[in-house]
């Protein structure tokens, strides 16, 4: 009888402006005859929503019925950006929006640029995590993300005297893609004790009591496949207080306003993400916020197991859960406590469960990176947690001991608690123990964790447990949907658009790399791209950039390992260089136009004096009759997921230039080589196995090698006196002597590089980069031969589509089979 009544959704344009017209009228109470953009957005966006909607009912349907392993992707970040574009893409209706649409007198890219951005994320570990749930929907496999429902995303970044500013990003006032599940919550315990008794066969049991309450209460958002019904969720909690007799009871005393704090107490705890990316701060309302949706996310993920009523042996047999980073850790103790306090199994039985459900993923090398939470904080905070911590060290350690009985150094060098003043958790090493494979996200990267942090646990488990999965991009976003204009060029030499569903098929475009009418229309796409940006650019910062210059991009966030520094002392040197050049010999130089852009953490004092910097030098260069078009410096505002939607499509050539062995893999540096823009860049990271694809001819590498890193750092702290290179001495000269405002403000960046160890070796690099931007600068000027290789570029990235990482991950580490919609 249901049947009947359930509606399939709009097909046609007719239809589509009906369903439209019907929310906007209906659904947001508004007057067709003040109708505009944002109302618009509001309509599109309910209708598609509609259309998602019955099918991911069915999908969580099928996947309940089928009673196969689901995969649990936890993660603290999210960067997921706009939705309904790609909502319209997969569910391939996009042309008939956009003809219904300009029915009712809107341009869909206008409607499309209404919808806020869901930041919920700092950078690359965020992306990757969207990535993924886009190729986990697109493959069809059974996945769910677990998140946290941030009131403020990431903040809004304003440029203002060429400082940054941070504004709140508050992006919940009209959401239509979440839907909240009030009849989906948790309680979430704090603090308390923990009560020893007599367990039934006499043993000691251990109980949580006491503490306070908070609430999770669920909120899905769908996520569609490409071309495909199936349609995955992620959940996010969102904290409040809990509706228990005790507020009421002080509410009942007059207590109004101390039980109104309480509710605001409890709702501080999914208020606000995080900014830092790559360091850890220890703060108590971040682990707050860890053990708050690791325990509701756990609670979720064992109810659902238990209604199929299987024996706990089973678990691991329907449920894989991936730790993105160290941030979930807690997941392995919540589980470990529930099994072995509330479901009364033996610790071994237990652990052997929760071991060959987790697998951790680390991404980054960063010392300051690296989680630990001190024990007296724990101790506080999540008392039996603490324990089961000690008890799961304990085991460890004498597993150790047995295994290498005469090294008591290795014990204290692995020990999950480190001996230090507080005592910490390092919650690396539990992870690791907790999981059954750790990889790491390119080569290089996991080869580094193989030797250095995890180094003895590779001695403990063997090779075997330690494995890599580089990085990937959904080529739905990265190349159809930000370059719809390439994507279809592509598109009509390969017969169709399979190669976004399998992008290894791309190959077939090298036998056009030297096709004069195929270059043409390749060359024409990028400029448009180029004249977009440069539009965005004139819009936002009122300076007009030539898009007929070289367009060179640095964007990602601020940190001083991926050496934006580098770059920008590399652009003063250029300045420098043009102002001594006699009119002919500029005549000779192609024009460029250096691009940044980027956040920093509001903490990270060094980051926010690079971006002064960069803004400074812009200010001198961009003013400078004398220089002209021959040199830009643009600072673009807020880089976000959607700026990087128009920002990647127009570069000519990239910048990934962090110290070699510091960026554990990069994925921008495979958004902008799959968009037909060429790299500059260091041996690190993914750009490694970039160059093996896409062969050592078509990328511009520079600089030190990882292995030879320690030594430089090496000779800079304890070496003879450095000489600095010649033409970074003049760099610094010019900074020094005001050259771009008051040298004060640069002094300790200026420092940190001269007299204070330049750990990142910026110093070590700067002439080889210099000289690797001079053959840029070469290569630039034969347009032909460029092309070339930005064509033969593109053809050979089919290893790097998210949907190849996805499949090493369900076959390598999850064991999960797809469940195909029939
Ligand atoms: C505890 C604070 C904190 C916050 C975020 C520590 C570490 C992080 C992230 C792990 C940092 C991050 O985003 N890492 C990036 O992950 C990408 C996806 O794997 C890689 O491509 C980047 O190289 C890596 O820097």
Not at 235 to 259: I, P, V
Not at 432 to 449: F, M, P, Q, R
């Amino acid at each position: 009888a249901w049947k009947k009544h359930t509606k399939k959704g709009f097909t046609t344009k007719d239809e589509f402006e009906d369903e439209t017209v019907r929310h906007i009228e209906t659904t947001l109470a508004r007057s067709l005859f003040n109708c505009d953009e944002l109302a618009a957005y509001s309509g599109t966006a309910l209708a598609f929503r509609d259309r998602l909607i019955v099918e991911w009912n069915k999908t969580q349907q099928r996947q309940t019925f089928a009673d196969q392993k689901r995969v649990y992707y936890l993660s603290l970040e999210f960067l997921m950006g706009r939705a309904l574009d790609n909502a319209m893409l997969n569910v391939g209706l996009k042309d008939v929006a956009k003809d219904g649409l300009k029915d009712l007198g809107f341009r869909i890219e206008d409607v499309i640029s209404q919808e806020h951005d869901a930041a919920l994320g700092n950078g690359g570990l965020g992306r990757l995590a969207a990535c993924f749930l886009d190729s986990l929907a697109t493959m069809n496999y059974p996945a769910w993300g677990y998140a946290l429902r941030y009131r403020y995303g990431i903040f809004k970044q304003q440029i203002i005297d060429g400082y940054q500013v941070e504004i709140p990003d508050y992006w919940l006032d009209f959401n239509p893609w979440e839907f909240p599940r009030h009849d989906v919550t948790v309680e979430i315990q704090f603090y308390g004790w923990v009560r020893k008794y007599q367990g039934e066969n006499g043993k000691t049991k251990a109980s949580w009591e006491g503490g306070e309450i908070v609430e999770a209460v669920a909120y899905d958002a769908p996520i569609p496949g490409y071309k495909t019904a199936t349609t995955n969720n992620l959940r996010l909690w969102s904290s409040k207080a809990a509706s228990g007799e005790f507020d009421f009871q002080k509410f009942n005393n007059g207590e109004y306003e101390s039980s109104v704090g309480d509710q605001q107490r409890a709702e501080t705890i999914s208020a606000v993400l995080y900014p830092n990316d790559n360091l850890d701060r220890g703060k108590e309302l971040r682990l707050k916020q860890q053990y708050f949706w690791c325990a509701a996310s756990l609670y979720d993920i064992v109810r659902r197991f238990k209604k199929s009523e299987k024996a706990w042996s089973a678990f691991p047999d329907m449920v894989a859960i991936q730790l993105n980073d160290t941030h979930p850790t807690l997941a392995i103790v919540e589980l470990q406590r529930i099994l072995i306090d509330i479901e009364a199994l033996e610790w071994d039985e237990a652990w052997t469960i929760v071991t060959n459900t987790f697998g951790y993923t680390n991404h980054t090398v960063m010392p300051e990176a690296l989680e630990k939470w001190s024990v007296p904080l724990m101790q506080n905070l999540l008392p039996r947690h603490l324990q089961i911590i000690y008890d799961i060290n304990m085991n460890f350690l004498q597993m150790v001991e047995r295994k290498f009985p005469k090294d008591r150094e290795m014990l204290s060098r692995v020990s999950i608690i480190e001996e230090s003043q507080p005592k910490m958790v390092r919650m690396a090493y539990l992870a690791t123990i907790g999981s059954h494979k750790v990889n790491g996200v390119a080569e290089l990267h996991s080869d580094l964790i193989r030797t250095t942090v995890f180094r003895d646990f590779v001695s403990i488990y063997g090779p075997d447990k330690f494995t890599n999965v580089t990085n990937g991009i959904t080529p739905r976003r990265w190349l159809h949907q930000a370059n719809p204009r390439l994507s279809e060029l592509i598109a009509s030499k390969l017969g169709g658009y399979e190669f976004l569903t399998d992008l290894t098929l791309l190959n077939k475009l090298e036998q056009f790399a030297d096709d004069k009418e195929f270059k043409k229309e390749w060359q024409e796409i990028k400029y448009a791209n180029k004249v977009r940006l440069a539009q965005h650019i004139g819009n936002t910062t009122g300076i007009s950039v030539n898009p007929k210059a070289l367009f060179d991009i640095q964007v990602k966030r601020i940190h001083e390992y991926k050496r934006q520094q580098l770059n920008i002392l590399g652009v003063i040197h250029r300045y420098l260089t043009i102002k001594a050049m006699s009119p002919e010999e500029r005549k000779k130089l192609a024009p460029r136009v250096s691009i940044f852009g980027g956040k920093a953490a509001p903490g990270y004092w060094m980051a926010k004096t690079v971006i002064h910097l960069v803004c400074s030098v812009g200010e001198v260069v961009n003013h400078d009759k004398d220089i002209g078009d021959l040199l830009k410096v643009i600072y673009i505002e807020d880089y976000n997921v959607s700026k990087a939607e128009i920002i990647t499509p127009a570069s000519d050539i990239s910048e990934h230039i962090s110290t070699a062995g510091t960026e554990a893999s990069g994925t921008s540096n495979m958004k902008f080589v799959l968009n037909g823009g060429l790299i500059i860049g260091t041996c690190d990271g993914a750009n490694i196995e970039i160059t093996r694809e896409i062969g050592e001819s078509n990328i511009f590498l520079f600089g030190n090698l990882a292995e030879d890193v320690e030594d430089l750092r090496h000779a800079h702290t304890y070496g003879n006196s450095f000489t600095l290179d010649p033409d970074l001495s003049r760099v610094f000269t010019a900074i020094r002597s005001g050259t771009f405002g008051d040298a004060a403000r640069f002094n300790a960046l200026c420092n940190s590089i001269v007299d204070h160890g330049d750990y990142y070796l910026v110093s070590d690099d700067f002439s080889s980069y210099v000289k690797t931007q001079e053959l840029v600068d070469e290569a630039y000027k034969d347009q032909e031969e460029w092309v070339a290789k930005c064509i033969q570029s593109v053809s050979r990235m089919g290893f790097f589509s998210s949907d190849r990482c996805i499949q090493e991950y369900a076959d390598m580490i999850w064991n999960v089979e797809p469940l195909v919609p029939q």
